[in-house]
């Protein structure tokens, strides 16, 4: 590989990250919310790479090569240790041009659907509901409520829930989903709920979903299945925080 | 067009003493070559349709590949950049005089030491290649190239977040992953051959040369380091995406009933998968179906044996090398699980 070539390599990586986390948010569609500095860093540090090196060039990189002409057919980048990138390098740029050109989608619904749902942690003791309605619950915590809550507060309360849908496959329903990053896409973990009482809404469409518990099994039990009655479905777009377990954050 | 390549880049006003008329050079793989099958490709994509980009599996399969990349390029530009400090700046001989002299005893303190690189897994192979290149014992350098990204703090918070109220599974990640980097490193010191390392970490020449520019060496090694390793790195993210996306989660119920079977299923998930150090533990923690011993050989094997890292070691440490030791940390690493994950779990 070639020096201008490293040097454009390197500054298009650097400019994919920085247009993935400064310019646009798509790096939340690849990793936690958590590691946007490091990744701005990242991509400041290799722009100052290409810089150098393109500032470099010039003056001491040079110098060696400068008291003589390079034989015809000689190697080109001699003069210093690392001899010749190799290769592979080029594989650098696949990267670095859908960052900046073709960033792919966030997962959806065909992950989700070949995903197990994710189990849901024990809790012991369950705070009160708050009075609002519809009650916005996460769908960890509305799972955790039909299958854990001895009390039994979900029962007869109008909960709203946010997710993206992924069709069931097998019959008439379908499943609001939410994908969880722990550090990023390759560790994704998926959230369900099944919902009943509507048509199916095309795949990967966010919706607001309000409902009551699907009574199926006994509520507080683990017999218990985390479904709700769909009263009414209202598509919303993606929120900020989609791949975490909490409620939508939105851009105000 | 070569010419005009060449002087690209070259500020105005910085005196340079004019190079020579433009000569053809013979490269193995010329720009041109390059330039033309990219072009090559690009016209078939056009031609055949983009359609194939947009079914959800590739488009799934591109996400998690780019996920991996995007995650890990903080941590391996740390690493390099390390790297290229330790090969620039440091005396070639601090570590000979740090650790101890006996390569026996070096191998657990290199160990240990491994606790103080923070982040994944991807920082520590630059790391370990420069200290080998400074005259580190290979034996010490692996021991802390395989404990580092497995025992260093901001990984074991991670452990204790996700298996809250078990501690055991803490002390048993630390404990196992440690006896499994000493034992790979003496088993080095037994076995090892140094013809297995790229030419280059045998003849420990390098680091600073007298009369060059220490920041323009820095420089230069750095950019050489993370380009190699980086194009490593986009390699072995895309092989664990393919196993990622393809490989349906229903497989994990009919291993999860035999304990032994369970252990081993769950050892070479770590492989395939490539997941962070910093987020395995969550994973592990969701596979509920397996026994903790079978979830300690997963946080043990991952941090230390995952595609991404194979090819990262094949990369800076050369084939041959790669996958022998590999291999041997699977196996060593399974055995410590088994025999640590059974006293503490």
């Known amino acids: ?103 792919p989608p966030a997962l959806g619904a065909y992950t989700a659907a070949r995903a197990g749902s994710k189990p849901v942690a024990v809790q012991s003791g369950f705070a009160p509901l708050p009075a609002t309605s519809p009650l916005p619950l996460t769908l960890t915590d509305f799972t955790k409520r039909v299958q854990q809550d001895r009390s039994r507060a979900v029962r007869s309360r109008t909960v709203r829930l946010t997710g993206f849908v992924t069709p069931a496959g097998d019959d008439d329903g379908w499943y609001l989903t939410r994908i969880i990053f722990s550090c ?16 199916v809404p095309p795949a990967d469409t966010w919706l607001e979903v309000t409902g009551t518990w699907h009574a199926r099994g006994t509520l507080g039990t683990a017999t218990a299945e985390a479904a709700l009655d769909v009263e009414e479905a ?18 105000s | ?68 990349t995007v995650q890990a390029l903080p941590f391996l530009l740390l690493g390099t950049a390390l790297s290229g400090a330790i090969n620039a700046f440091v005396p070639a001989d601090l570590f000979t005089r740090v650790l101890p002299k006996r390569p026996a005893l070096a191998v657990p ?21 420069s200290l080998i290149r400074r005259g580190v014992p290979p034996s010490a350098a692996f021991a802390f190239l395989l404990s580092a990204p497995a025992i260093n703090p901001v990984v074991l918070t991670a452990t204790a977040v996700a298996f809250p109220g078990s501690p055991a599974m803490v002390a048993a990640r630390l404990l196992a992953s440690l006896a499994t980097a000493a034992v790979m490193g003496w088993l080095w010191l037994w076995l090892g051959k140094d013809k297995w ?45 393919t196993f990622n996306v393809t490989m349906p989660r229903s497989v994990l119920d009919t291993f999860s009933g035999s304990p032994w079977l369970s252990v081993l299923f769950l050892a070479g998930l770590a492989v395939l998968l490539a997941v962070c150090s910093e987020a ?66």
């Open chain 2, 197 to 241: 390392l790229r030419p280059l970490l045998r003849h420990r020449h390098t680091g600073h040369r007298h009369g060059h520019s220490r920041r323009t060496e820095f420089r230069l090694g750095f950019q050489h380091d993370f380009l190699h390793a980086g194009g490593f790195l986009v390699l072995g993210a895309m092989a664990a995406a």
């Open chain 2, 280 to 345: 395995d533990a969550f994973v592990a923690a969701s596979l509920t179906g397996f026994s903790p011993t079978a979830r300690l050989a997963f946080l043990v094997v991952g941090p230390m044996v995952d595609l991404k890292l194979i090819a990262l070691q094949a990369g800076t440490f050369g084939r041959a090398f790669a996958w022998r030791f590999s291999a041997a940390t699977t196996v060593v690493a399974v055995v410590a699980s088994v025999l640590i994950g059974g006293a503490l779990l």
């Open chain 2, 1 to 68: 067009m070569e010419k005009t390549d060449e002087l690209v880049g070259v500020p105005e006003g910085v005196a340079v003493v004019p190079v020579g008329p433009p000569v053809r050079r013979m490269r193995p793989w010329p720009l041109g070559t390059a330039l033309a099958l990219a072009a090559a490709a690009t016209a078939v994509l056009l031609l055949a349709g983009t359609r194939w980009l947009n079914e959800p599996a590739v488009q799934a399969w591109r996400t998690v590949s780019l996920a991996i």
């Open chain 2, 109 to 129: 303190v290199a160990g240990v030491a491994g606790a103080v690189l923070p982040g994944c897994e991807c920082a520590s192979v630059p790391v370990a290649s």
């Open chain 1, 1 to 103: 590989m070639k020096r201008p070539v490293q040097t454009l390599l390197l500054a298009l990586t650097g400019a994919g990250l920085l247009h993935a986390t400064l310019l646009t948010d798509t790096y939340l569609r690849y990793v936690k919310a958590g590691l946007r500095p490091l990744l701005i860093a990242s991509g400041a540090v290799l722009l100052l790479l290409a810089l150098a090196g393109a500032a470099g060039r010039g003056g001491r990189d040079r110098a060696p090569h400068d008291h003589h002409e390079p034989p015809p057919g000689a190697g080109h980048d001699h003069g210093h240790d690392h001899t010749g990138t190799p290769r592979i390098a080029w594989l650098l740029f696949l990267p670095a041009v859908s960052l900046v050109f073709y960033a």
């Open chain 1, 234 to 251: 209202r598509p919303v777009a993606r929120p900020v925080n989609a791949f975490t377990d909490d409620l939508p954050l939105r851009p």
């Open chain 1, 184 to 199: 990023c896409a390759a560790d994704s973990q998926t959230v369900k709920v099944r919902m009943y009482g509507t048509e």
